[in-house]
């Protein structure tokens, strides 16, 4: 028998072996949490860079924060975290934080004040996506040092001006707030990077989780951290594998192979719906969907015109039909669930309502640009609103891009109108208000970009000195009616048509509680899953 | 002093071979150098933005213009490609936005994976495609002839997506007979040491049955696809290669000659063919080498397709052009190795 025969014979064998005892699927181990989802999105897992949903959710599991929210009672708000308690100075800018004691990360090191001063200096100093976070309190790369400091083992944080308390605290509990261990992270800098490079795929938190893994498109594995100082979760092995086709998730869940499928369709969701052993959890997630009238445009300046539009959307015909499931109506521009969120949604189909308006600002035989990016949900949103503004007599064309090619003109203030999506950086009201209703300076040279009145050219209408105010509001009660108040008259006369606020369904495994996809205001939690 | 022509003819400068090896480096680093052009072009006049890929959407003015002076951008277009050449030749791609990792790595550890599923999905269609032409051809018009026509209607025209969808539906879903979307059940993920990313031969070489077994239950639905769509087309090709041979008069004596129909099928026919084979089974391997792309999507298959068409849609322009790059040099590596044998097989080539 020569070499190739006994190659072949062998193969030949190999594969009748294999196709004979193939091995058999049980379900996912008790201990385990396989998730199915789409990672494909995540750049980095450095907290001081990731700016994407699912970066975020994997990031929640791997640190802890000074303040956080309990996954299971978001609406108490920030708790203590890795600081025990804090104190407010008299004149309202130094906060300083006792750390909790005997914390470890994950290299046994202890968590320190140290750590966390560091934490938030090395994400001021490196300047990334989500930088501004931090840096909106006047935290500037040359005077951060002397702003956050340490003092008697406590950490004193100061900021450039009193903002109010729950607005600094809502935000060191987005990611970017993360704790991570100094002496790790550093041991593994590379030209004078904070160790970026490194942290962009390892870990060194005190989370929940330690991550074992990520393979860019294939898969996240975090493995539970047994000391952490809330209790071992009970989950000691996550796995979140990318899948991208909802039919694949679903067929997934079907057999057992995984625990969660968080991106199933309508129809698939419609089809696992009821079937034995699997349940549908749905959440209000953070997402608004908008269109919006670049005010460049002479004719859509009118008052009238912009509350015309607002007339001219079937809110309720989306929502009840191609949405369902995904989608619900939310006119105003903060999610619900975030402080000073209101549920008054006036506005209805009415296209006598919206001619009468149109005409009494004089304008007749409008043709617009409208850019949407090539996502299925968006363009048949514009499909609708074609065809409900064809019937106030305004003709709109739609312009289908990639999402750089369209944010790229609606960012240079090139769009007539602009149909997309806008998510909170951080859980406080600001987040929102700031980007909607707050523009300093509309003109073109000021080229504040990030700022969503900006791109439409609008200079905000006073709008701007409100939010500056109730961002200085120490009353917590009275900062939620001052938004209350500012999302009211935004309603009425901003060139923004809020339409829908998004869901998330996800579907798992019946044995499966207290997953929590961290509703609008966080991201997704694992350590308080049971099986 | 020696008399010249007692030297017979002079000595070429350079011996024959390392001239044709010469030439044959030579076009292929002009195709490559020519690939890497086009493609850095396209990409640099794409309407999309590199800058707002890595910075986001709500990054200020002034991190934006850090960003594109970062990447270059304010440079003259040929500048950007003289620079690109120069790391491309010392191998670095440069680094990915979507991975944060060298293009290198990545390309490293997905382009096994396809390479995984494209060699068996082609050990399929041949295995499969060339006996059905062969024998669509010996009994020409015969029901064996019309079935091999069907399979490759069905082939040819049954879209990828559907049918990898009802495959998994019946034999992963319904049936239980093969393993699910992935490269490796999760419980046997990172088990065996990479040594060359393809999962089947790690686990093979580390003596590691079970993740064999477990790996093999998983690529045997992707590359049985696969496998059917070259073998649609090996088939085809194989039948009508065939049928010109079969016609030729050499087949005719042959068979007055006595010679088995076995002998003359094999023997004659199919010999003659194998050039013509050689082409069509590469140029399948290629299109199969550059990743089926809904294949990797339908299976959750971590493939170079995949990879390239993530990072076009993203706008990652490293990413894109590192695996242009690869895809590119496996086909004209794959050129070369048919020429090779094509002087193997055929004595007239050599």
New interface residues.
């Given amino acids: 028998m020569n070499a190739f025969s006994k190659l072949m014979s062998g193969a030949a064998l190999?594969?009748s072996?294999?196709?004979t005892?193939?091995?058999g699927?049980a379900e996912?181990?008790a201990n385990m949490l396989?998730i199915a989802t789409r990672i494909?999105d995540i750049?980095?897992l450095d907290p001081a860079q990731s700016?994407e949903f699912s970066g975020g959710d994997v990031i929640r599991n791997l640190y802890g924060k000074l303040v956080n929210f309990d996954p299971l009672n978001l609406e108490a708000g920030f708790q203590p975290d890795l600081a025990e308690s804090w104190e407010v100075s008299e004149d309202g800018r130094t906060i300083t934080f006792t750390m909790r004691e005997g914390v470890n990360f994950e290299s046994g090191n202890p968590v320190t004040a140290e750590d966390a001063a560091f934490s938030l200096r090395r994400a001021v100093k490196l300047?990334l996506?989500p930088s501004?976070i931090l840096t909106q309190f006047g935290l500037t790369a040359d005077n951060v040092d002397e702003m956050i400091r340490v003092e008697d083992g406590k950490l004193k944080l100061t900021t450039d001006k009193a903002y109010a308390t729950s607005f600094v605290l809502n935000c060191l509990t987005a990611n970017i707030g993360s704790i991570v261990d100094m002496q790790t992270v550093m041991a593994n800098e590379q030209n004078g990077d904070m160790g970026n490079?490194w942290l962009?795929?390892h870990s060194a938190g005190s989370g929940a989780y330690r991550l074992v893994?990520w393979?860019?498109?294939?898969?996240v594995?975090l493995a539970a951290n047994p000391d952490f100082h809330e209790g071992a979760p009970a989950m000691e092995r996550v796995?979140v594998?990318?899948?991208?086709?909802s039919?694949?998730q679903r067929?997934?869940l079907?057999?057992g192979?995984i625990d969660i499928a968080r991106n199933l369709n309508p129809e698939d969701i419609a089809g696992v719906s009821g079937r034995d052993g699997v349940k549908i959890q749905e959440e209000l997630k953070g997402y608004l969907m908008y269109f919006s009238l670049n005010q460049k445009v002479p004719e859509l300046a009118k008052p009238e015109v912009r509350q015309a539009f607002k007339y001219m959307v079937d809110y309720e015909g989306m929502a009840n039909s191609f949405l369902k499931g995904q989608y619900t109506v939310q006119q105003n521009f903060l999610p619900r669930s975030y402080l000073g969120s209101v549920d008054e949604n006036p506005f209805s189909l009415d296209i006598e309502k919206a001619k009468a308006l149109l005409a009494e600002a004089g304008v007749e035989g409008l043709e617009l640009e409208i850019g949407v990016r090539e996502v299925q949900d968006r363009m048949e949103i514009a499909q609708s609103l074609q065809n409900t503004f064809a019937q106030a007599g305004v003709k709109l064309n739609i312009t289908v891009?990639?999402g750089?090619?369209i944010?790229?003109r609606y960012?240079a203030r090139e769009l007539d109108v602009y149909l997309g999506t806008w998510g909170p950086?951080y859980p406080d009201p600001q987040t929102n208000a700031s980007?909607f209703a707050w523009n300093a300076d509309n003109s073109d040279e000021a080229?504040?970009?990030?700022v969503l009145a900006w791109r439409n050219s609008w200079d905000a209408a006073g709008l701007t000195e409100k939010v500056d105010a109730a961002v200085v509001e120490n009353d917590t009660e009275t900062r939620a009616q001052m938004y209350r108040d500012i999302q009211a008259e935004f309603r009425e006369t901003s060139p923004f048509a809020i339409m829908f606020q998004n869901i998330e369904q996800s579907a798992m495994s019946e044995n499966v509680a207290n997953f929590t996809t961290g509703q609008a205001i966080m991201d997704a939690a694992y350590w308080e899953v049971t099986k | 002093m020696a008399d010249r022509k007692t030297e017979g003819r002079p000595r070429a400068l350079f011996p024959r071979w390392l001239l044709r090896s010469g030439v044959t480096v030579g076009s292929i680093a002009v195709t490559m150098l020519g690939l890497l052009f086009v493609t850095f072009m396209i990409g640099r006049v794409m309407?999309?933005?590199p800058v707002?890929?890595i910075?986001?959407?709500?990054?200020?003015?002034e991190?934006?213009q850090q960003v594109y002076e970062r990447l270059g951008l304010d440079r003259p277009l040929i500048v950007q490609f003289a620079i690109y050449l120069g790391d491309v030749v010392r191998g670095d791609f440069g680094m990915?936005?979507?991975?944060?990792?060298p293009v290198a790595e990545?390309i490293a550890?997905v382009f096994p994976a396809t390479l995984e599923l494209a060699t068996l999905g082609t050990v399929i269609g041949v295995a499969f495609g060339v006996p059905l032409g062969v024998v669509a051809a010996v009994r020409r018009g015969s029901w064996i002839d019309q079935i091999a026509r069907v399979v490759a209607l069905v082939g040819y025209s049954m879209p990828i997506f559907w049918l990898g969808?009802m495959g998994?539906?019946i034999f992963?879903?319904i049936l239980?007979?093969?393993?699910?979307?992935?490269r490796v059940?999760?419980?046997y993920?990172?088990m065996v040491p990479p040594v060359t990313g393809m999962i089947l031969v790690d686990s093979a070489l580390d003596g590691n049955w079970?993740v064999?077994?477990?790996a093999?239950?998983h690529i045997?639905l992707p590359a049985a696809l696969l496998g059917y769509y070259s073998l649609a087309y090996i088939s085809r090709m194989t039948r009508s290669f065939m049928l010109e041979q079969l016609s030729a008069e050499y087949v005719t004596t042959a068979r007055v000659k006595g010679m088995s129909e076995w002998a003359v099928i094999w023997g004659h026919a199919f010999r003659n063919i194998r050039v013509q084979l050689i082409t069509v089974v590469a140029l399948s391997y290629a299109g199969l080498l550059e990743g089926s792309v809904l294949t990797e999507?339908?299976?959750?298959w971590?493939g170079i397709g995949?990879?390239i068409t993530?990072a076009l849609?993203s706008?990652d322009m490293n990413a894109v052009l590192g695996g242009t790059v690869v895809v590119g040099l496996v086909f004209v590596l794959l050129n070369v190795a048919s020429d090779l044998l094509y002087k193997f097989l055929d004595p007239r080539a050599k």
Avoid at chain 1, 215 to 219: A, F, M, Q, T
């Fill in positions: 190999g594969l072996v294999a196709l005892a193939m091995p699927w996912t181990p396989v494909d750049t980095s700016f300047n996506n501004f490079a962009s795929t893994s393979k860019p498109n294939e898969s594995t796995v594998r990318h899948v991208q086709e039919a694949t067929l997934l079907e057999r192979d891009g990639t750089a090619q944010l790229g960012r950086d980007t080229q504040l970009t990030g | 309407p999309v933005d707002l890929a910075v986001g959407d709500r990054a200020s003015a991190v934006y990915s936005i979507l991975t944060a990792r990545d550890r969808l998994l539906l992963y879903g239980g007979w093969v393993g699910g979307p992935g059940s999760i419980f993920a990172d079970t064999f077994r477990d093999l239950s045997v999507i339908i299976f959750s971590p995949s990879y993530t849609l706008a």
